[in-house]
Each structure stands twice: as C-alpha cells, then as structure tokens.
C-alpha cells in the first residue's frame, strides 16, 4: 500500500493526550485529515502515535534513536513491533542493567520491508524467538500519527530528512 494514500485520523483531543511525551515547549501542527505520513516539510515532522502509546516519550532512548539514526528510517516507516522490540529491548536493559550494542541486533533481526517502505523486524531462521509477543502488528496504526515543529523539540534538525525505500539501506 502507498503511504500517502493513509490519511491521518489522529486527532488534536488524541494528541493532547500523549503531549506529556514530549518537552513542554513541543509545538504541535493542528489535525489535519488531508494530512499524509510521508509528508517531507522543513517545519514539520511526522510522528506515528502508537510508539508513544506502547511507552515512548522523546526523545527516543539511545538504543531505539540509535536504530534510527542508522538506519534513516523514518519513525512513520517502522511497523509498532519493531518499535514494540526495541523498546522492550530498552526496558529489560535499563530494569536488568544489561549492555547490548546496536551492533548486536543484526544477529537476532533481520530488518526487513513490508509495504516496499515500512519496515520490521524478522527473526533469523532456527533461531528462537528473542522476545516474544512482539510480532503483532496493528495495521490501524498507519492513520494515526500527527506532527510536530522540528525545532520545537530537541535534536529536531536531525530527524530524518526523508523515506528510505528497500534496498537503500
């Protein structure tokens, strides 16, 4: 499915109920139901509101910010059980005091597309599952993200630029 062709249905009443995500100062853009999650603007940015629903608030922790900055994924690219994994990923590092290195994920994932600009988690063949129940994914998710003023947040100016298609990465 093209990812312009989801128009958003996150409205401004849902947004100001995930707004303690983010820094006081977060200027949010008014719901726009024209609006499209792959929509590229030097102002604004797109943000999927079911990171921040499964425990999320930004800035992102280092693991997960790391992935995509690596990776230059959009946030609106990643399916909710890639998001779903890294963040338990997070939790049990910071509640285990673990180490692990973003280096490492490669020998438990493979990142794979789905969509040809959406991308998840796939485990490696014979290997058990790292994590389990993270695989559900939530399709209503793809219409439920809002903006956000780049320069209204922290680290703004170096959130992704623009989609990655398969096979650029």
Not at 53 to 64: A, C, K, M, N, V
Not at 109 to 123: E, G, M, N, P
């Amino acid at each position: 499915m093209n990812p312009s062709s989801k128009i958003c249905k996150f409205t401004d009443p849902e947004i100001e109920n995930l707004a303690w995500c983010f820094p006081s100062e977060t200027v949010f853009r008014p719901f726009d139901p024209s609006a499209h999650s792959d929509a590229i603007a030097p102002v604004w940015f797109c943000f999927p509101a079911l990171h921040f629903i499964q425990g999320y608030s930004y800035p992102f922790p280092h693991l997960t910010q790391g992935f995509f900055t690596l990776t230059g994924i959009s946030y609106s690219q990643a399916m909710p059980m890639l998001c779903r994994t890294l963040f338990t990923i997070e939790e049990i590092l910071k509640t285990e005091d673990l180490e692990f290195v973003l280096l490492e994920l490669p020998y438990l994932y493979s990142l794979v597309t789905h969509d040809s600009s959406r991308f998840l988690f796939k485990s490696k063949p014979h290997q058990p599952l790292s994590i389990l129940k993270t695989t559900q994914n939530d399709f209503t998710g793809k219409n439920q993200f809002f903006f956000v003023r780049k320069d209204s947040i922290p680290n703004g100016d170096c959130l992704p630029k623009k989609w990655i298609l398969m096979g650029r990465i």
